[in-house]
């Protein structure tokens, strides 16, 4: 039987725990964390994939179903983030890889290149990337290896020029784009876009037209050229490799 006092004092404790339960309660209901958003840091982000009729051509690419091994290295990585976000993606793409070390790139080749930035670096990883999407390949696929090597904006001012090769090679020839920057003209990521752009538009030029295994693909290469150098205000060249 319980005397007043322990009843008060009990009431006292539940009073004090009860208290104790409100207080915690209250301080794990927090505030709505914010959710980062990239695009909520800048207003002139790029437009990346929603360029305009970037999705619809990168769709176009994987319904050929032509497969493909892509090597980057300095640049031209968001083509291949934007050829992943696009439904189909397997039908296209074997394999990815940006071998952005030194280490890395010798790997790759088998050898050090004479110089990193160059149509000759850029040629080799390509036909590097063909080699391997032939292993990966069934034996009735048409494949063909990609391969760029880029000089961008950076941190500090490039001493050299901004520029970027990008090259492809298949079964029937090799053809190398080469894009000339304005040095200080844009930021690194405006750069990077257009060197992703200029990969995807030389993907779909053999894809959507069959160019390296029909007519003129020197001219079809030169046509991407000279779409993406009207798109960013680049100076643009096409080469034919030998």
């Known amino acids: 039987m319980s005397t007043p006092f ?19 309660q209250s301080s794990i209901v927090r505030k709505p964390r914010q959710v980062f958003c990239p695009r909520a840091i800048s207003s ?4 990346g994939i929603e360029y305009p009729g970037l999705s619809e051509i990168i769709s176009n690419i994987h319904k050929d179903k032509i497969k493909t091994v892509i090597y980057v290295t300095g640049g031209g990585s968001q083509a291949i983030s934007w050829l992943l976000s696009v439904p189909g993606a397997s039908n296209t793409i074997l394999e990815a890889s940006i071998p952005y070390s030194r280490k890395s790139f010798i790997e790759i080749l088998g ?13 080799d990883l390509a036909k590097a990337a063909y080699r391997r999407a032939a292993n990966l390949s069934d034996f009735y696929s048409s494949f063909v290896g990609i391969g760029a ?6 941190g500090t001012p490039k001493k050299g020029p901004h520029r970027a090769f990008i090259a492809l090679h298949g079964s029937t020839g090799s053809r190398v784009l080469r894009l000339d920057l304005a ?12 060197v992703s752009r200029a990969l995807i538009q030389l993907l779909h030029s053999i894809t959507a037209n069959e160019v390296m295994r029909k007519n003129s693909p020197s001219s079809a290469i030169a ?20």
């Open 6 to 24: 322990t009843t008060r004092n009990s009431t006292c404790m539940l009073n004090r725990q009860a208290k104790v339960i409100s207080h915690f």
């Open 44 to 47: 002139k982000a790029n437009m």
């Open 111 to 123: 050898k050090e290149p004479k110089q990193y930035c160059s149509a000759d670096a850029a040629m």
């Open 149 to 154: 090597s880029c000089a961008l904006a950076t």
């Open 183 to 194: 040095k200080e003209m844009r930021s690194r990521s405006q750069e990077e876009d257009i």
């Open 223 to 242: 046509a991407v050229a000279a779409t993406v150098a009207t798109a960013a205000t680049a100076t643009a060249t096409a080469t034919s490799y030998p």
